[in-house]
């Protein structure tokens, strides 16, 4: 397959770029407002062309224990949820990245807690970025505000999973899953050989050659001394993320006043928003973080010393403003606005907020 | 005969199984796992299929599986391994997949996944030590405990009208299509460590031919949990254990 | 050039479906697009509405709060959008749908009996591309032959025969506004 230009929903992305990617296996299970990922590849049948298993699992829990083992074989595989579905998955991300390997989990998000609704939120940015299940552990977690980067950060997300052997999740929402845009689809490469995987993965349970020790993928270490150990070890990893994988976009943020920062689809909103600031001359930019965790601290300490105050919009009752906050060092005043349950404002929405809580800004 | 006649090699009876090493087992005197971890690492080894082989440890006592046969291994999160396994075989069509799991892992907290990956007949084996009680949290009731049999939580003994009947997971899985070969034996004499051998072969066979799920349960004892001696667990185990759990083939339908 | 169009109407009229063949057709014709729908468990009688955007700059929001143009096909619909027309848009609707005609005299406004039409074809799954029809004779945004390559793109292969039927459906959709 080659480079192809479609118009597709952000969650059909997902699907196409990762048998493009040469996924070795997908393992999910139905939840509103993703469920076209399964769907896709169900329909695509990729194990009739790059092999790719894709298997319909009899709940999330599974699915994410799926994920651990093919994971565990060295193998790249993956799962993708909603909110709810992306509790239930909690306790076997947490296997994962105690197992130190390499998987990535597709969160598009909608309103909690509880069942919710089946709308747009971003109210999971705690579970992720926080370390969702149990133990002292963080995802290198992507937030895509396009179609495009729902494509791109599969390949990107697979990258660094195997790059630090740590599990990376695509923290998406509703919106972004169901609409449609351009999407320039990679062209295919093939799935890795087992030779390639012996050779990338030495740790990977294969079947255990007369020429080397029996492999073992466990997550149980009854001494506390070794397991202190391998938490040390586990963070010495999370550090060299953190100085190397921080992403982020700045839109017009050279001669701003003010900023916002947002992430996922909230911050093209927020765009639209300071484009219309702008034609009433407010000057705002936008930080997009792109990596949510590790989060672009510095960057957004840099900017806040240039503008006058930050208003974070999010989909949420207040979750990302924390490290926002923790970024500024109280060095100015730092707001929220965001809508719960589902609701999305719309452009004008955010900007009367931001009049709101920054009232001088129109003098 | 002297000791260096009776260790010479053309004299011996037995050897332990190459696969299976020498780290101290953790398990109680009169405990099944030791020879049950045996009977795989001998078949393995006659098979010729250990570069071939992965073994899913369960939580339960036999945790540390992965410790004494040098095999690859996953260690599963509580009642997983079936879904594990099964995406080890997908990924990975030409391994012998099994998995190593105890009646609170399988039969409790792991039902569905026991009951999904047996009905999508997943070419997988599953071996189930069936002893009725959760051995490694110090002796609670079990989904497979008998009625009136004593545990930490059922002090009193098992009440049907508190804690529901004794369940009987290997006969449910034996009604699935998806499963092959469905079968309930011991290891608590030769005779029957012998049958359990020839049982864990056809299964272990019968992943590799895929021919669809195997389960081959091991009725066992507990004597830490039961509170008894080791002999006295095993003549426990044959007058009430083989009652409610009698021996034999349930399910075959690989011709031999 | 940027259009920022909303369709409503009920689920099942082919709301989303049209706004796709719409976009794809923009696609073709080296824009960028963003289709963003309502989304619900409602497939059909429900209400449906999908945002299409039509640009030759990169879009930001997907979501908007005003628009160039409305397509409304039901009742409910009108009363939801007529107020998000930008003043100097355009408003078309089907007053099959629609018993309360719209009030707004600061937008040009097209009545279109798309339903009518529908009906003279004798093939009701025809109706969202008659409104499409209507559409782009109000405003032409994309050529036709763009639209056909849409459909192409669209409709799966073993669907490729209906084609010149709905090639007929946008004619006559557009010989409804004068």
Not at chain 1, 107 to 128: C, E, K, W
Not at chain 1, 151 to 170: E, W
Not at chain 2, 210 to 230: A, D, F, N, R, Y
């Given at each position: 397959m080659k480079e192809e230009v479609r118009l597709m929903k952000g969650n059909e992305a997902i699907a196409h770029a990762a048998i493009r990617y040469g996924v070795d296996g997908y393992f999910g299970y139905p939840i509103t407002p993703q469920s076209e990922i399964l769907e896709t590849l169900e329909a695509e049948m990729p194990w009739e062309t790059t092999g790719m298993v894709v298997l319909q699992a009899e709940s999330e829990v599974a699915a994410i224990n799926m994920v651990y083992a093919g994971a565990a074989c060295g193998k790249a595989v993956m799962t993708s949820s909603s909110?709810?579905?992306?509790?239930?998955?909690?306790?076997?991300?947490?296997?994962?990245?105690?197992?130190?390997?390499?998987?990535?989990?597709?969160?598009?998000?909608?309103?909690?807690?509880?069942?919710?609704?089946?709308?747009?939120?971003?109210?999971?940015?705690?579970?992720?970025?926080?370390?969702?299940?149990?133990?002292?552990?963080?995802?290198?977690?992507?937030?895509?505000?396009?179609?495009?980067?729902?494509?791109?950060?599969?390949?990107?997300?697979?990258?660094?999973?195997?790059?630090?052997?740590?599990?990376?999740?695509?923290?998406?929402?509703?919106?972004?899953?169901?609409?449609?845009?351009?999407?320039?689809?990679?062209?295919?490469?093939?799935?890795?050989?087992?030779?390639?995987?012996?050779r990338q993965c030495p740790w990977a349970i294969t079947g255990r050659p007369a020429t080397r020790k029996p492999n073992v993928i466990t997550t149980l270490e009854l001494d506390t001394a070794q397991m202190e150990r391998n938490n040390e070890r586990y963070q010495r990893t999370y550090h060299v993320i953190e100085q190397n994988e921080v992403r982020y976009e700045k839109f017009m943020t050279e001669d701003a006043d003010y900023l916002i920062v947002a992430f996922g689809s909230m911050a093209r909103i927020c765009q639209k928003s300071i484009e219309e600031a702008r034609e009433q001359g407010i000057k705002i930019g936008l930080i997009r973080p792109i990596t949510l965790w590790p989060f672009p601290y510095q960057a957004i300490k840099e900017l806040s010393d240039k503008v006058k105050g930050i208003l974070v919009v999010e989909l949420n009752a207040g979750q990302m403003i924390e490290d926002v906050r923790l970024a500024v060092e109280g060095n100015l005043p730092v707001h929220h606005f965001g809508r719960l349950g589902g609701i999305v404002p719309n452009p004008q929405e955010v900007l009367e907020a931001f009049n709101n809580k920054f009232p001088d800004a129109k003098k | 005969m002297t000791i260096e006649e009776i260790i010479k090699p053309e004299n011996r009876v037995y050897a332990k199984p190459r696969l299976l090493n020498d780290n101290n087992m953790h398990y109680c005197p009169g405990c099944s796992h030791g020879v049950v971890h045996r009977l795989i690492a001998e078949i393995v080894e006659e098979m010729g299929i250990e570069d071939k082989t992965i073994g899913i440890a369960p939580v339960g006592c036999a945790v540390f599986a992965y410790n004494y046969v040098d095999i690859d291994w996953i260690e599963a999160a509580h009642g997983r391994a079936p879904a594990i396994a099964t995406a080890v075989k997908r990924l990975n069509p030409s391994r012998m997949v099994f998995t190593y799991q105890g009646d609170g892992d399988l039969a409790a907290i792991g039902t569905c996944e026991t009951i999904h990956a047996a009905n999508r007949g997943e070419n997988i084996v599953i071996i189930f030590i069936n002893n009725g009680i959760y051995g490694m949290t110090g002796g609670q009731m079990a989904p497979t405990t008998l009625e009136g049999m004593k545990t930490s939580t059922t002090p009193y003994g098992r009440r049907i009208d508190l804690n529901g009947y004794p369940l009987n997971i290997t006969s449910l899985v034996a009604q699935l299509d998806g499963t092959c070969y469905v079968t309930r034996q011991a290891v608590h004499t030769p005779a029957a460590v012998r049958k359990t051998k020839n049982a864990i072969k056809q299964a272990f066979q019968n992943s590799m031919d895929?021919?669809?799920?195997?389960?081959?349960?091991?009725?066992?004892?507990?004597?830490?949990?039961?509170?008894?001696?080791?002999v006295q667990a095993n003549k426990w185990m044959e007058e009430n254990m083989f009652a409610k759990y009698p021996l034999g083939d349930i399910k075959n339908t690989v011709k031999q | 050039m940027k259009e920022e169009i909303i369709i409503a109407g009920f689920g099942g009229q082919g709301v989303l479906s049209m706004g796709k063949i719409l976009a794809y057709a923009a696609l073709m014709d080296g824009l960028e697009v963003s289709w963003m729908p309502s989304y619900g468990p409602e497939q059909r009688g429900g209400t449906a509405n999908v945002t299409v955007i039509l640009s030759d700059s990169p879009i930001s929001s997907p979501i908007l709060n005003t628009f160039d143009t409305a397509v409304i096909l039901n009742q409910q619909s009108l009363d939801k959008f007529e107020d998000a027309i930008k003043p100097g848009g355009t408003l078309i609707y089907d007053p099959y749908g629609v018993n309360r005609p719209p009030k707004r005299t600061d937008i040009t406004i097209h009545r279109i009996d798309a339903m009518e039409a529908t009906f003279d074809m004798e093939n009701a799954k025809a109706y969202n591309m008659v409104v499409l029809g209507a559409l782009l004779k109000a405003k032409p945004m994309v050529p036709m032959a763009s639209v056909i390559k849409g459909l192409k793109k669209t409709l799966p292969e073993r669907h490729h025969h209906l084609i010149p039927m709905n090639e007929e459906a946008i004619t006559r959709g557009m010989a409804l506004i004068p």
């Open positions: 909110s709810p579905g992306v509790s239930l998955k909690q306790e076997g991300i947490s296997y994962i990245a105690a197992g130190e390997l390499p998987a990535l989990i597709v969160n598009v998000m909608r309103g909690g807690p509880g069942l919710g609704t089946i709308h747009p939120s971003q109210a999971d940015y705690f579970q992720a970025t926080k370390g969702g299940g149990h133990g002292d552990y963080h995802l290198i977690v992507l937030a895509p505000s396009t179609v495009q980067e729902m494509a791109d950060f599969v390949t990107l997300g697979f990258d660094l999973a195997f790059k630090y052997r740590t599990p990376a999740m695509i923290l998406a929402d509703g919106i972004v899953g169901q609409m449609m845009e351009k999407v320039v689809l990679p062209p295919a490469r093939p799935r890795r050989t087992d030779e390639e995987i012996a | 895929g021919k669809g799920t195997s389960l081959v349960e091991i009725v066992s004892t507990c004597s830490s949990g039961w509170k008894m001696t080791p | -």
